[in-house]
Structure formats: structure tokens, C-alpha cells
């Protein structure tokens, strides 16, 4: 009950709750009776076509989320790949906690100690 009260006031949204328990004649309702009869009313004077206008299935869901991290997976190669051709370009094999190491902290905001410089530095080599 209490994530259902707090929707409203952190999403901007109207909203209720009936609950229909097995023991009990009544249901709970949340705010109150006349509030989500108000609701209900304003619910079922919205045209079916707006309704279903920002509706998809399941699979369209999906589908995008699908491509969606796809698309995050190509932006996050293409860092990987322009952080292993900065080390490429800026670091000497027989100087990688020298000067280079500085560059790449500045640069990057990365340190030798980092598991990712870590594991491009193997990959170098």
C-alpha cells in the first residue's frame, strides 16, 4: 500500500487501489471511494484510440530494448577501442608507468592499476 501511495507524488501520475480481500465485504480503496470513482469515470472517457496510441507488445518491447543495448554496446567498443589506441599511440612498452601513466590518469580519468588498462596493456604486447 505505501508504494502505491508514493507513485502518484514521485511519477506526477493519478492514481488508485481497490482491494478485494476474501474475508471482508468491503474493499479497500485507496485514496478514497469517491476519488477513484472520480478516476475510474475520467479513465473510461478516454477514446480507445488514445488509450492504445503509446501502447506496444511485448515483443515490439523487447525488440527495442534489444537494439537499444546493442547500441550501447557499439558506443562502449568504440571507447574500449579509442582507449587502446591512445595507450597504443602514447605508451612506450619499456615505459608504461612513466610518463604514459600520467597521460592516460589525465586523459582518461583512468589509472594503471585500473583492470581495463590492465587488460588492454596485455593486449598490446
Not at 501520475?13 to 472520480?38: A, F, N, T
Not at 537494439?67 to 582507449?83: A, F, G, I, N, P
Request: charged content about 35%; glycine content about 4%.
Amino acid at each position: 500500500m505505501k508504494k502505491v501511495t508514493e507513485l502518484p507524488t514521485m511519477c506526477g501520475v493519478e492514481g488508485g487501489l481497490i482491494v478485494y480481500c476474501l474475508d471482508e465485504r468491503e474493499p479497500m480503496v485507496w485514496p478514497s471511494h469517491k476519488e477513484v470513482q472520480s478516476l475510474l469515470k475520467k479513465f473510461y472517457r478516454v477514446p480507445e484510440m488514445e488509450c492504445n496510441k503509446k501502447s506496444m507488445k511485448l515483443e515490439t518491447y523487447y525488440k527495442k530494448k534489444a537494439s537499444k543495448s546493442r547500441d550501447q554496446l557499439k558506443k562502449q567498443t568504440r571507447k574500449t577501442k579509442e582507449v587502446k589506441d591512445l595507450i597504443r599511440d602514447n605508451i612506450n612498452t619499456n615505459d608504461i608507468r612513466g610518463k604514459a601513466r600520467s597521460k592516460i590518469r589525465s586523459e582518461i580519468g583512468l589509472t594503471y592499476d585500473d583492470p581495463l588498462i590492465a587488460t588492454i596493456g596485455d593486449e598490446l604486447w
